[in-house]
């Protein structure tokens, strides 16, 4: 059974720095792509950064220079660094695996059950 962890998230004031972190099991973590995703009140779910089995990655426009993906093969495990976060940021964010992964954007076929970030002014 494919599971999603995410933890990390909270309560930060715009400037401020969180780290996420998605433990995964019930698959062959080198054979996936994985990354984060996020919804916004009333707002739609939206990518935003993920990492290859080839460690090519995107970010979205918005948050390039202030978050950070990574991995770490040996623990099954994602992480998002968040730096300089604004109030924008503020969603539920959540991990996304697809596996196994072959090549594109990243199409999940897994979730985890997310993470609340939120960012005061």
């Known amino acids: 059974e494919v599971q999603l962890v995410e933890s990390g998230g909270g309560l930060v004031q715009a400037g401020g720095s969180l780290r996420l972190s998605c433990a995964t099991s019930?698959?062959?973590?080198?054979?996936?792509?994985i990354g984060w995703f996020r919804q916004g009140p009333g707002k739609n779910r939206e990518a935003v950064s993920w990492?290859?089995?080839?460690?090519?990655?995107y970010y979205m426009d918005s948050v390039k220079g202030r978050f950070t993906i990574s991995k770490d093969a040996s623990k099954k495990a994602t992480y998002l660094q968040m730096n300089n976060l604004k109030p924008e940021d503020t969603a539920v964010y959540y991990c996304?695996?697809?596996?196994?992964?072959?090549?594109?954007?990243?199409?999940?076929?897994?979730w985890g059950r997310g993470t609340q970030v939120t960012v005061s002014s």
């Open positions: 990492i290859t089995t080839r460690n090519d990655v």
């Open positions: 019930g698959f062959t973590f080198e054979r996936s792509a």
């Open positions: 996304g695996v697809e596996y196994p992964y072959y090549s594109g954007d990243l199409t999940p076929d897994y």
